[in-house]
């Protein structure tokens, strides 16, 4: 029988993983839903689709194992495995190496599996890119693009800019998180690093990940295309997708369904309409949208969204197969799963921005985002003081003075004789 660690948190009983929470020195026998559980130190697995064997280039080594990292969020997530409310319903079997459900307006994480494990991004980046510049750019300016800008790796997905091209800020926009083009990545990243260019506003982009909190996320490239040392989470993506959400312009791109880049004649092409590739703005009731990824590297990555009875919910996951079910099919049955889950759960949260960078890093609780016990106070005349007790200072300089009244008539003695 499988090992499993039962774990509490201030709102729920948790079923998770390793030594994210210490086990009992005798493992009781929990009965919930009329099963029992064994209540042990090793792992839970992480409920798994079987998928068709694919041939995948071998993935680089991840950074090393931060603790700090692993427990944003709450300690409860510090987990390779499963971490689950207890007695809740079994999650969807997924193809998807990592995943997490969390509610976008209270910050609530509501499950997840290997939430802090490093995997890299593909296409979901452009969140983190939108999330940057979004704020920070004009929709209606005109931009002209450059060589610079068509410089992607050949074959893999682009929106059909053109060099020379003009297109506004808005359709860019559009090209980018419809059709995850890697050539508006670029044009973006551009204009958002200013003088520094595209390597500009990808340092941007990782300086605002920071903020967020998503202290696992690094951003080599613009676009999502493969980089040495690109990685993200499950539960940063979460982070990234909730700073995306809660600005309407992004919630407007994500549900356009048809777009249109315009005719250049100057670079004699004509004008073509394209499609949104996030599938759930289609086929699943109250979605909000979000953004599909896929590379060789990365496998199928995804992120999405939706809203069901006042409540708005994120699915975030990677490393993901097509098939038996693909990746935006798997995002919609983990939030089906989620709305299936009293609004109270919950085994972390999502922390808010900048509250990582403005908690001292020794600090025990500033990974987690839990709240900080306040400082003891002292009783009244206790208080520390840089200066010294007046009374000490009264009888410091009445030695000083009475030492040099002796001293100068000892002078006049010697003098005299």
């Not at 079923?15 to 994210?20: D, P, Y």
């Not at 207890?86 to 999650?91: E, H, S």
């Amino acid at each position: 029988m499988r090992d499993r660690l039962l774990a509490t948190t201030a709102t729920a009983a948790l079923l998770t993983v390793g030594a994210a929470v210490p086990a009992p020195a005798a493992p009781p026998t929990t009965a919930r839903a009329g099963r029992a559980l064994s209540v042990g130190a090793g792992a839970v697995p992480c409920p798994r689709a079987a998928a068709p064997a694919a041939s995948r280039p071998a993935r680089p080594s991840p950074p090393p194992a931060s603790a700090r990292e692993r427990a944003v969020g709450g300690t409860a997530l510090a987990t390779a495995g499963l971490v689950v409310p207890l007695g809740t319903p079994r999650p969807p079997r997924v193809t998807a190496t990592s995943w997490l459900v969390a509610d976008l307006d209270t910050g609530q994480v509501l499950g997840g599996c290997g939430p802090h494990e490093y995997g890299p991004p593909a296409s979901v980046q452009k969140l983190l890119l939108a999330a940057t510049m979004l704020p920070r750019l004009d929709p209606k300016q005109v931009v002209t693009v450059t060589e610079e800008d068509m410089d992607f790796e050949a074959g893999s997905s682009a929106v059909g800019l053109v060099e020379g091209g003009r297109y506004t800020v808005e359709t860019v926009w559009l090209g980018l998180l419809l059709n995850s083009g890697n050539d508006a990545a670029n044009v973006l990243a551009r204009l958002g690093g200013g003088t520094e260019g595209a390597a500009g506003g990808v340092r941007e982009m990782n300086e605002y990940a920071h903020r967020l909190g998503a202290l696992q996320t690094h951003a080599v490239t613009p676009s999502g295309l493969d980089g040495r040392g690109q990685f993200t989470s499950a539960y940063d993506l979460a982070l990234i997708a909730r700073a995306c959400f809660a600005d309407p312009t992004f919630r407007r791109y994500a549900l356009t369904k048809l777009a249109r880049i315009p005719a250049q004649p100057a670079q004699r092409t004509k004008g073509f309409q394209f499609q949104n590739e996030n599938q759930l703005i289609f086929d699943y009731p109250g979605a909000l949208g979000g953004k599909t990824g896929y590379t060789d590297l990365a496998r199928h990555t995804y992120v999405g969204a939706a809203e069901r009875g006042g409540r708005r919910l994120v699915a975030t996951l990677l490393g993901a197969e097509s098939r038996p079910e693909r990746g935006w099919e798997q995002g919609a049955a983990l939030l089906d799963w989620g709305f299936s889950l009293p609004a109270t759960t919950s085994v972390g949260r999502l922390v808010e921005p900048g509250q990582l960078m403005a908690t001292p890093e020794a600090s025990p609780t500033a990974a987690t985002g839990e709240p900080r016990p306040a400082a003891a106070s002292r009783p009244v005349g206790e208080e520390r003081s840089n200066s010294w007790p007046v009374g000490v200072l009264v009888a410091t300089v009445t030695v000083v003075l009475l030492t040099g009244v002796l001293w100068r008539r000892r002078a006049r003695r010697r003098g005299g004789a």
